[in-house]
Nanobody
């Protein structure tokens, strides 16, 4: 079992930045893929970024490439998502997810463990 707890969301203005954190516990993450998804009201859960814990290899959705950065801290067992130049369309509930795998997948169905989500609201 892996427990995930997200934090760092908030209400910001257009152009601001936020750093989301996902603290993991319960397992060593060396054999896991970690990912961030978001879900806006009335929309499907959407892949944002992922990282293979053991190699640091990353993958991003085209819609946010260049604005969002995923990273990990081995010592803290935490994965981060830095959100820069935020836009109103980035408003959503952001979720952290984990899967026992070495291969990155962008489908929410591929992930077993999920956090409770952290809300990001961007106002113009």
């Amino acid at each position: 079992q892996v427990q995930l707890v997200e934090s760092g969301g908030g209400s910001v203005q257009v152009g601001d930045s936020l750093r989301l954190s996902c603290a993991a516990s319960g397992r060593t993450l060396s054999t896991y893929v970690m990912a961030w998804f978001r879900q806006a009201p009335g929309k499907d859960r959407e892949f944002m970024a992922g990282i293979v814990w053991s190699t640091g290899s990353t993958k991003y959705a085209d819609s946010i490439k260049g604005r969002f950065t995923i990273s990990r801290d081995n010592a803290e067992n935490t994965v981060y998502l830095l959100l820069n130049n935020l836009k109103p369309e980035d408003t959503a509930l952001y979720y952290c997810a984990a899967e026992y795998n070495f291969y990155m997948r962008a489908s929410a169905a591929a992930y077993t463990y999920w956090g409770q989500g952290t809300q990001v609201t961007v106002s113009s």
